[in-house]
């Protein structure tokens, strides 16, 4: 199989099923972005400090590529088979979240993204997410999504910013609070 087929030369993509759309489609935009937030948590999973993490960020990749399977679906098309999403997947980043937190002194003001290069790689993951997870709604109303994607999403950004302070944390990078002017 080659990796170019130049089927998209003039602009065009193919869904799982066949329809062909502008590569500039919201719904390409919205599974692209999943796939780049899939690229930044592999740079977190590469990072020494998560050595211990990587088993679970490895099944959110996974999940992360579940999501631009269903993005990638022609809507109404059932004849395509693609993995499911579960309830049981937003159960894991809870479980995740709540763990971390119960070793995090608690929050008393925002954070300012920052304070060693891989928390910081992590913000990006987060604000890589939160795009995802608008463009993703927005999709949403001009075609119905899996209700689950967005879920999943918006629980994953809240993984990453926990993971963030943990790996703060354990890095022992501080954490700079966000002192307004007023």
């Keep these: 199989m080659k990796i170019y087929t130049k089927t998209g030369d003039q602009g065009s993509t193919s869904l799982f099923g066949g329809k062909r759309v502008l590569k500039s489609d919201l719904r390409i935009d919205a599974y692209g972005t999943v796939d780049e937030l899939n690229s930044w948590i592999g740079v977190l999973r590469d990072q020494p400090v998560n050595q211990n993490r990587s088993t679970t960020l490895i099944e959110i990749q996974d999940r ?93 950004s809240d993984y990453l910013f926990v993971l963030c302070r943990m790996m703060a944390h354990e890095l022992r990078a501080p954490e700079t609070p966000w002192k307004p002017r007023m």
């Design 64 to 156: 992360l590529f579940t999501v631009g399977s269903i993005l990638a679906t022609e809507p109404g098309n059932t004849k395509v088979k693609i993995p499911a999403l579960a309830e049981a997947d937003i159960n894991l980043l809870e479980k995740e979240i709540d763990a971390m937190d119960s070793l995090l002194p608690p929050m008393k003001f925002f954070v300012l993204p920052g304070g060693h290069p891989t928390v910081s790689f992590g913000h990006v993951a987060r604000t890589v997410c939160r795009r995802a997870e608008r463009l993703i709604i927005a999709l949403n109303q001009a075609e119905p999504t899996n209700e689950l994607v967005i879920k999943y999403l918006n629980r994953l």
